[in-house]
């Protein structure tokens, strides 16, 4: 029975990435830069988040929520940003995003740092991780492009590092189809939503002062 529900939990996610995928090349540029600055702004409203620390986000390429709003606000405010790097084994390594002329192109359309890396366990040492999903539900689970390698490397954040994910508002649904190796996010945030939180007292959030700038539970 096991067996057969991991397939039918399989087959429903490439369904569902499928029509994320399609819906999202239909998105129009001006539409693209709106999502982007509400991204940036919801998430530049957290003061703990934006004044400085170390926070590893990701380079929005194609049809994803625009972040490169959010990466040169944080680094423009004094924050450490990573970016990952992706190994042939996929993993994803880290390195910092130090301006726009630090950062090169990669495979699969793919924009990356191309200074020092620090490693894949660099998460560990994360204040924050702000990374991509197709989608999210209300439970927090999230549904990414299919290689697990944000699962995986979701593993090495610290216990006191939220993780907050990024989607279009449609994009946060009432469930995901999910398998036992799925990593749920501390958070997600959605241009015409915000932040929603899952578990305001969880220890991943910064207190006291954090918690009081933060979306309660929908």
């Known amino acids: 029975m096991d067996g057969e529900g ?3 939990d ?9 029509r994320i995928l399609a819906a999202r090349r239909e ?5 693209r830069d709106r999502v982007g600055s509400a991204v940036r702004d919801t998430l530049m409203d957290l003061p703990w988040l934006a ?4 926070v590893a986000c990701y380079y929005s390429v194609g049809g994803e929520p625009d972040t490169r709003k959010l990466v040169t606000a944080l680094w423009k405010r004094g924050a450490y940003v990573l970016l990952p790097v992706f190994l042939p084994g996929g993993d994803l390594d880290w390195a910092a995003f130090d301006g726009p002329e630090s950062l090169a192109p990669a495979g699969r359309g793919l924009v990356e740092p191309t200074g020092h890396r620090y490693g894949i366990s660099a998460l560990a040492r994360a204040d924050a991780v702000i990374c991509p999903a197709l989608a999210v539900d209300r439970e927090g689970m999230r549904l990414g492009r299919g290689a697990g390698c944000y699962d995986r490397a979701l593993a090495h954040k610290g216990p006191h590092t939220p993780s907050i994910a990024v989607v279009h508002d449609e994009e946060f649904v009432a469930s995901v189809p999910s398998e036992p190796h799925d990593r749920p996010v501390d958070a997600v945030v959605t241009p015409g939503g915000g932040l929603r939180v899952f578990d305001p007292d969880a220890a991943v959030w910064p207190a006291p002062g954090g918690r009081a700038n933060r979306t309660e539970r929908d």
């Open 10 to 18: 399989r087959s429903d996610k490439r369904a569902l990435r499928r």
């Open 27 to 31: 998105r129009a540029t001006d539409e």
């Open 51 to 54: 004044m400085g620390g170390t």
């Open 6 to 8: 991991g397939s039918t």
